[in-house]
């Protein structure tokens, strides 16, 4: 209500920011200014988007339609999710769109062509397609970007993904048909493909022999130039995630799990594995004797009748506040080491979020340390936040300063 607001006219109170911005617009827009006195004078009867939203609204009650997004997980999910289980009332809510009493031609054309697209079984089966792809991944997304994530749990769960989706390339095409159908009867259409008006034929070499006969199924051509390569494409890069967290599982994973570390041989087998991973020039952040002892100890103090189980966070949080550093050195820099490698897609998402209100169409030309810099105070603003900055303006004034006393 706070963007909409209570009233729905042009230039009365209460009428939402959204309208409010749109009267600021015309101040210093002629186009606008000139568009908004016809709405005013009633020259225009569909002059903004609050009748169109009316519109989806009264047919599109259960998920919002959310723009497709080209860097989140989530937000593509979100967007076929909307219209996946409500593609009758989107088609609906076209349809009485198109039907507005005095409305843009062109607006009526837009809407009635994509209801009569959204009634193309091809499109009905493509939609269930992405959705179980997309709801599948999903899930594996949402475990990397969280806070106490396992890594074990996580490399478990992608390989239970990878496993659904080659079975699904096996079967998913007949029974994403068949849940097509569905949607077909809700929309009252036949579910049928349409037919290949056009039969495109490759040109042969003069003295090639093998012909391949051009694909004249609907049904086939959908799964031979749609579905397989889309599988392939998701199945090629889950298998080179799973690989990498795979094996990054194999040399960080026991830190997961301090609670239930293994024997001590096969503890002190696997600490020394981390310090070989760990060594460059024939120097090691950490000795693997070492840690082996420092965990066996630990463990001792952080397990409790609570069950909880302990993270490399808790770990961590309890050397810093007993100032434990110099009893456990070695697990104090592998756990800072662990929990700063970048593991998942939440931080990739997040900088290309925060690049785009960084880097807009005014500001397009800054070199590549000031984008920087400003993508890391917009990533940390809460840590920005707490800065205060009259002490820091005071430090870099002392830094510049290029006064030079004369005097003596």
């Known amino acids: 209500m706070a963007f909409r607001g209570n009233s729905d006219k042009l230039f009365t109170p209460n009428n939402g920011k959204f309208l409010g911005l749109v009267q600021t617009i015309a101040k210093f827009d002629p186009v606008m200014e000139n568009h908004l006195n016809l709405a005013v ?53 076209l349809v009485a769109l198109s039907e507005i009493p005095g409305g843009d031609s062109h607006t009526a054309h837009e809407a009635i062509t994509l209801a009569e697209q959204l009634k193309d079984f091809s499109f009905l089966v493509s939609l269930i397609v992405w959705y179980d792809i997309l709801f599948q991944i999903n899930i594996v997304s949402k475990s990397l970007q969280a806070k106490d994530m396992d890594i074990t749990e996580c490399v478990e769960m992608l390989k239970n993904c990878c496993n659904f989706l080659e079975d699904y390339r096996k079967e998913g095409f007949k029974k994403a048909i068949v849940t097509a159908r569905e949607l077909a009867d809700e929309l009252e259409i036949e579910p049928i493909f349409k037919e290949i008006k056009r039969v495109r034929r490759v040109k042969r070499i003069f003295d090639e022999k093998n012909k391949d006969e051009p694909i004249t199924c609907p049904e086939k051509k959908l799964e031979v130039e749609f579905f397989n390569p889309l599988l392939d494409t998701v199945l090629s890069s889950i298998k080179e995630r799973f ?15 301090v609670d239930n570390l293994p024997d001590r041989d096969e503890l002190l087998e696997m600490c020394n594995s981390l ?26 103090f952080l397990v409790d009748k609570s069950k909880v189980k302990i993270t490399p966070l808790i770990v961590l949080n309890f050397i ?19 929990l700063t490698i970048p593991v998942t897609v939440a931080s990739g998402e997040r900088s290309f979020s925060k ?25 940390e603003h809460d840590i920005a936040e707490n800065l205060d900055t009259s002490v820091l303006i005071q430090t870099f004034a002392e830094k510049k300063a290029r006064k030079v006393d004369f005097r003596n």
Not at 355 to 379: D, E, G
């Open 355 to 379: 690049l785009k209100l960084i880097k807009t169409y005014l500001r397009s030309t800054m070199s590549q340390n000031k984008l920087s810099n400003l993508a890391t105070l917009s990533i």
């Open 275 to 300: 310090q070989i991973k760990l060594t460059i020039n024939s120097k090691s952040d950490i000795e693997g004797g070492q840690l082996c002892d420092e965990l066996l100890s630990v463990k001792g």
């Open 320 to 338: 810093k506040k007993h100032n434990l550093q110099d009893l456990y050195p070695n697990i104090w820099i592998a756990m800072r080491i662990l």
């Open 243 to 257: 690989q990498h967290l795979n094996e990054f599982s194999k040399i960080w994973g026991f830190l997961y799990n």
């Open 41 to 93: 004078d009633g020259k225009i009867v569909d002059h903004y988007c609050v009748n169109r939203w009316k519109i989806l609204t009264d047919h599109v009650e259960l998920y919002t339609l959310k723009k497709l997004s080209d860097t989140r997980w989530e937000a593509k999910i979100r967007s076929v999710k909307a219209v996946r289980y409500q593609i009758g009332g989107i088609h609906d809510a």
